[in-house]
T-cell receptor, first 112, second 113 residues
Framework: SQKIEQNSEALNIQEGKTATLTCNYT??????LQWYRQDPGRGPVFLLL?????KEKRKERLKVTFDTTLKQSLFHITASQPADSATYLC???????????FGGGTRLMVKP | NAGVTQTPKFQVLKTGQSMTLQCAQD?????MYWYRQDPGMGLRLIYY???????DKGEVPDGYNVSRLKKQNFLLGLESAAPSQTSVYFC????????????FGDGTRLSIL
Protein backbone atom coordinates (compact mmCIF):
# COMPACT_ATOMS: atom_id res chain seq x y z
CA SER A 1 0.00 0.00 0.00
CA GLN A 2 1.04 3.60 -0.48
CA LYS A 3 2.57 5.36 2.51
CA ILE A 4 4.14 8.70 3.33
CA GLU A 5 5.99 8.60 6.62
CA GLN A 6 7.19 11.50 8.69
CA ASN A 7 8.48 11.12 12.22
CA SER A 8 5.44 11.56 14.44
CA GLU A 9 7.62 12.29 17.46
CA ALA A 10 8.56 15.92 18.01
CA LEU A 11 12.08 16.97 17.14
CA ASN A 12 13.66 19.11 19.87
CA ILE A 13 16.83 21.04 19.04
CA GLN A 14 18.83 23.91 20.42
CA GLU A 15 18.75 27.34 18.81
CA GLY A 16 21.49 27.76 16.26
CA LYS A 17 21.69 24.08 15.34
CA THR A 18 20.56 22.54 12.07
CA ALA A 19 17.21 20.78 12.13
CA THR A 20 16.75 17.83 9.76
CA LEU A 21 13.32 16.40 9.08
CA THR A 22 12.66 13.25 7.08
CA CYS A 23 9.93 12.28 4.64
CA ASN A 24 9.91 8.69 3.41
CA TYR A 25 7.46 7.24 0.91
CA THR A 26 6.61 3.83 -0.49
CA UNK A 27 4.73 2.78 -3.61
CA UNK A 28 4.80 6.27 -5.10
CA UNK A 29 6.72 7.59 -8.06
CA UNK A 30 6.32 11.31 -7.47
CA UNK A 31 7.29 13.85 -10.09
CA UNK A 32 7.70 16.44 -7.34
CA LEU A 33 7.55 16.88 -3.60
CA GLN A 34 6.47 19.93 -1.58
CA TRP A 35 7.13 21.04 1.98
CA TYR A 36 4.72 23.11 4.06
CA ARG A 37 4.86 24.74 7.48
CA GLN A 38 1.84 24.69 9.80
CA ASP A 39 1.50 26.73 12.97
CA PRO A 40 -1.07 25.83 15.67
CA GLY A 41 -4.55 26.92 14.67
CA ARG A 42 -3.45 27.97 11.18
CA GLY A 43 -3.48 26.47 7.73
CA PRO A 44 -0.33 25.07 6.08
CA VAL A 45 1.94 27.52 4.29
CA PHE A 46 3.95 26.48 1.23
CA LEU A 47 7.75 26.56 1.62
CA LEU A 48 9.53 24.69 -1.16
CA LEU A 49 8.97 22.42 -4.15
CA UNK A 50 11.56 20.01 -5.51
CA UNK A 51 11.19 17.99 -8.69
CA UNK A 52 12.32 14.42 -9.31
CA UNK A 53 15.23 15.54 -11.50
CA UNK A 54 16.54 17.94 -8.82
CA LYS A 55 18.81 16.65 -6.10
CA GLU A 56 18.69 19.74 -3.90
CA LYS A 57 16.82 23.04 -3.55
CA ARG A 58 17.65 25.99 -1.30
CA LYS A 59 15.76 29.02 -0.05
CA GLU A 60 17.45 31.22 2.52
CA ARG A 61 18.07 28.96 5.57
CA LEU A 62 16.03 26.10 4.10
CA LYS A 63 17.39 23.19 2.08
CA VAL A 64 15.50 20.24 0.64
CA THR A 65 16.96 17.10 -0.90
CA PHE A 66 15.11 14.48 -2.93
CA ASP A 67 16.49 10.97 -3.40
CA THR A 68 14.21 8.95 -5.66
CA THR A 69 16.36 5.83 -5.17
CA LEU A 70 15.99 5.93 -1.39
CA LYS A 71 12.43 7.28 -1.78
CA GLN A 72 13.23 10.00 0.71
CA SER A 73 13.28 13.76 1.09
CA LEU A 74 15.23 15.58 3.78
CA PHE A 75 14.29 19.08 4.93
CA HIS A 76 17.01 21.10 6.66
CA ILE A 77 16.75 24.38 8.57
CA THR A 78 20.17 25.84 9.29
CA ALA A 79 20.86 28.24 12.18
CA SER A 80 17.47 27.37 13.63
CA GLN A 81 15.53 29.91 15.66
CA PRO A 82 12.65 29.56 18.17
CA ALA A 83 10.43 31.16 15.50
CA ASP A 84 11.04 28.06 13.35
CA SER A 85 9.05 25.99 15.86
CA ALA A 86 6.08 24.56 13.96
CA THR A 87 4.84 21.38 12.30
CA TYR A 88 6.35 20.64 8.90
CA LEU A 89 4.42 18.64 6.33
CA CYS A 90 5.71 16.96 3.21
CA UNK A 91 3.38 16.36 0.29
CA UNK A 92 3.87 14.58 -3.02
CA UNK A 93 1.82 14.03 -6.09
CA UNK A 94 -0.15 10.83 -5.71
CA UNK A 95 -0.68 8.28 -8.40
CA UNK A 96 -4.05 9.68 -9.52
CA UNK A 97 -4.94 13.03 -10.97
CA UNK A 98 -1.96 15.08 -9.86
CA UNK A 99 -3.46 15.44 -6.40
CA UNK A 100 -1.20 16.15 -3.46
CA UNK A 101 -0.97 13.51 -0.76
CA PHE A 102 0.27 14.76 2.61
CA GLY A 103 2.34 13.11 5.30
CA GLY A 104 1.28 13.39 8.94
CA GLY A 105 3.87 16.06 9.72
CA THR A 106 6.73 16.41 12.19
CA ARG A 107 6.61 18.95 15.01
CA LEU A 108 9.84 20.90 15.45
CA MET A 109 10.62 22.64 18.75
CA VAL A 110 13.62 24.99 18.79
CA LYS A 111 14.71 25.89 22.31
CA PRO A 112 16.51 29.17 23.09
CA ASN B 1 -4.47 40.43 0.84
CA ALA B 2 -7.13 38.09 2.20
CA GLY B 3 -5.98 34.99 0.28
CA VAL B 4 -8.27 32.10 1.25
CA THR B 5 -11.06 32.87 3.71
CA GLN B 6 -13.09 30.17 5.45
CA THR B 7 -16.32 30.66 7.37
CA PRO B 8 -17.28 29.81 10.01
CA LYS B 9 -14.11 29.32 12.10
CA PHE B 10 -15.87 27.12 14.66
CA GLN B 11 -19.12 25.16 14.58
CA VAL B 12 -20.86 22.64 16.81
CA LEU B 13 -23.57 20.48 15.29
CA LYS B 14 -25.82 17.74 16.50
CA THR B 15 -25.83 14.37 14.77
CA GLY B 16 -28.10 14.47 11.74
CA GLN B 17 -27.94 18.23 11.19
CA SER B 18 -26.71 19.63 7.92
CA MET B 19 -24.51 22.62 7.22
CA THR B 20 -22.37 24.29 4.58
CA LEU B 21 -18.76 25.36 5.01
CA GLN B 22 -17.82 28.33 2.91
CA CYS B 23 -14.52 29.11 1.20
CA ALA B 24 -13.57 32.17 -0.82
CA GLN B 25 -10.30 33.02 -2.59
CA ASP B 26 -9.28 36.34 -4.11
CA UNK B 27 -6.22 35.18 -6.07
CA UNK B 28 -8.08 34.25 -9.29
CA UNK B 29 -6.99 30.64 -8.83
CA UNK B 30 -8.51 28.00 -11.07
CA UNK B 31 -8.28 25.02 -8.71
CA MET B 32 -9.77 24.67 -5.24
CA TYR B 33 -9.69 21.87 -2.67
CA TRP B 34 -11.32 20.70 0.56
CA TYR B 35 -9.29 18.69 3.07
CA ARG B 36 -9.93 17.36 6.52
CA GLN B 37 -7.19 17.07 9.12
CA ASP B 38 -7.40 14.58 11.97
CA PRO B 39 -4.76 13.87 14.62
CA GLY B 40 -2.11 11.49 13.35
CA MET B 41 -3.68 11.17 9.90
CA GLY B 42 -2.47 14.22 8.05
CA LEU B 43 -4.52 16.13 5.53
CA ARG B 44 -6.91 14.03 3.47
CA LEU B 45 -8.55 15.31 0.30
CA ILE B 46 -12.35 15.30 0.35
CA TYR B 47 -13.23 16.97 -2.98
CA TYR B 48 -11.49 19.22 -5.46
CA UNK B 49 -12.44 21.48 -8.32
CA UNK B 50 -10.12 21.95 -11.27
CA UNK B 51 -12.13 24.88 -12.60
CA UNK B 52 -15.38 26.76 -12.13
CA UNK B 53 -18.35 24.43 -12.53
CA UNK B 54 -16.40 21.18 -12.19
CA UNK B 55 -15.86 19.02 -9.12
CA ASP B 56 -14.31 15.61 -8.45
CA LYS B 57 -14.07 13.23 -5.53
CA GLY B 58 -10.92 12.95 -3.48
CA GLU B 59 -9.84 10.29 -1.03
CA VAL B 60 -12.70 10.61 1.53
CA PRO B 61 -15.84 12.04 -0.18
CA ASP B 62 -18.56 10.00 1.55
CA GLY B 63 -21.05 12.10 3.51
CA TYR B 64 -20.05 15.35 1.79
CA ASN B 65 -21.12 17.34 -1.25
CA VAL B 66 -19.57 20.37 -2.92
CA SER B 67 -20.43 23.12 -5.34
CA ARG B 68 -18.29 25.54 -7.37
CA LEU B 69 -20.76 27.91 -9.02
CA LYS B 70 -18.35 30.85 -9.01
CA LYS B 71 -14.61 30.76 -9.60
CA GLN B 72 -13.83 32.36 -6.27
CA ASN B 73 -16.10 30.20 -4.09
CA PHE B 74 -16.03 26.51 -3.14
CA LEU B 75 -18.70 25.22 -0.76
CA LEU B 76 -18.57 22.00 1.27
CA GLY B 77 -21.84 20.55 2.50
CA LEU B 78 -22.46 17.97 5.17
CA GLU B 79 -25.71 16.22 4.33
CA SER B 80 -26.39 14.53 7.69
CA ALA B 81 -23.61 15.17 10.17
CA ALA B 82 -22.06 12.20 11.99
CA PRO B 83 -19.60 12.19 14.93
CA SER B 84 -16.96 10.71 12.57
CA GLN B 85 -17.02 14.02 10.69
CA THR B 86 -15.66 15.89 13.71
CA SER B 87 -12.47 17.36 12.32
CA VAL B 88 -10.68 20.48 11.18
CA TYR B 89 -11.59 21.34 7.60
CA PHE B 90 -9.20 23.24 5.36
CA CYS B 91 -9.90 24.85 2.04
CA UNK B 92 -7.04 25.51 -0.38
CA UNK B 93 -6.58 26.98 -3.82
CA UNK B 94 -3.90 26.91 -6.49
CA UNK B 95 -3.40 28.47 -9.90
CA UNK B 96 -3.72 25.01 -11.46
CA UNK B 97 -3.58 21.36 -10.50
CA UNK B 98 -0.26 19.61 -10.41
CA UNK B 99 2.93 21.13 -9.10
CA UNK B 100 1.50 24.53 -8.19
CA UNK B 101 1.75 25.52 -4.50
CA UNK B 102 -1.51 25.40 -2.63
CA UNK B 103 -2.69 28.33 -0.50
CA PHE B 104 -4.68 27.35 2.56
CA GLY B 105 -7.28 29.05 4.72
CA ASP B 106 -7.06 28.84 8.50
CA GLY B 107 -9.63 26.11 8.82
CA THR B 108 -13.08 25.44 10.26
CA ARG B 109 -13.12 23.48 13.50
CA LEU B 110 -16.24 21.33 13.43
CA SER B 111 -17.58 19.23 16.30
CA ILE B 112 -20.48 16.83 15.85
CA LEU B 113 -22.17 15.79 19.08
Amino acid sequence: SQKIEQNSEALNIQEGKTATLTCNYTNYSPAYLQWYRQDPGRGPVFLLLIRENEKEKRKERLKVTFDTTLKQSLFHITASQPADSATYLCALDGNAGNMLTFGGGTRLMVKP
Amino acid sequence: NAGVTQTPKFQVLKTGQSMTLQCAQDMNHNSMYWYRQDPGMGLRLIYYSASEGTTDKGEVPDGYNVSRLKKQNFLLGLESAAPSQTSVYFCASSFAQGDQPQHFGDGTRLSIL
